[in-house]
T-cell receptor, first 113, second 110 residues
Framework: SAVISQKPSRDICQRGTSLTIQCQVD?????MFWYRQQPGQSLTLIAT?????????ESGFVIDKFPISRPNLTFSTLTVSNLSPEDSSIYLC??????????FGQGTRLTVV | GENVEQHPSTLSVQEGDSAVIKCTYS??????FPWYKQELGKRPQLIID?????GEKKDQRIAVTLNKTAKHFSLHITETQPEDSAVYFC?????????FGSGTQLTVLP
């Protein structure tokens, strides 16, 4: 099973600033994803992080707001830009291979003040 | 794309009783169906999964059933214990990203 390290675990940010979240996997994986989870809600997919190419975004999420990098098969970053209080949430990265278990990072709790 | 519906949203059972959570999916191409348990403040953790080539899978007190024709799958927990209290999510995928159900808050009453 893959071990995923995500950081920071939490942060408090000012409006208008940006936060970059890092996700490191201990082995090469085909797929990496970024999810948002509002308190008491399910996981909503933001985008699929594609190695060596632009991320694939889900409806309602755009690259300017959520730029994503994936320079190799073990690492990805998600930036949440131009923060507003509505961005306060938990952000989770996950990784896995086709038709197998997805492993999750421990999540980043973002509070925008 | 895939759409997964999950019921009930909350479920309370007495310790030792069974709990059943049901999900339906829309994409007939979906072929992998995991179930995750998420405790408060923690990451989702896989508890059991099933692939479309089998109808049932069991792991100790936990079982999952799949009906491909009806496009629904269910989680069964027997002899529930207080530590089973958590939020449970079903998910489905045709091979790439997982689509999650809305979650079920299970409370096991002592």
């Amino acid at each position: 099973s893959a071990v995923i390290s995500q950081k920071p675990s939490r942060d408090i940010c000012q409006r208008g600033t940006s936060l970059t979240i890092q996700c490191q996997v201990d082995s090469q994986v085909t797929m990496m994803f970024w999810y948002r989870q509002q308190p008491g809600q399910s996981l909503t997919l933001i985008a699929t992080a594609n190695q060596g190419s632009e991320a694939t975004y889900e409806s309602g999420f755009v690259i300017d707001k959520f730029p994503i990098s994936r320079p190799n098969l073990t690492f990805s970053t998600l930036t949440v830009s131009n923060l507003s209080p509505e961005d306060s949430s938990i952000y989770l990265c996950s990784a896995g291979d086709r038709n197998t278990e997805a492993f999750f990072g421990q999540g980043t709790r973002l509070t925008v003040v | 794309g895939e759409n997964v519906e999950q019921h009930p949203s909350t479920l309370s059972v007495q310790e030792g009783d069974s709990a059943v959570i049901k999900c339906t999916y829309s994409d007939s191409a979906s072929n992998y169906f995991p179930w995750y348990k998420q405790e408060l403040g923690k990451r989702p953790q896989l508890i059991i999964d099933i692939r479309s080539n089998v109808g049932e899978k069991k792991d100790q007190r936990i079982a999952v059933t799949l009906n491909k024709t009806a496009k629904h799958f269910s989680l069964h927990i027997t002899e529930t214990q207080p530590e089973d209290s958590a939020v449970y999510f079903c998910a489905a995928t045709p091979g790439r990203q997982l689509t999650f159900g809305s979650g079920t808050q299970l409370t096991v009453l002592p």
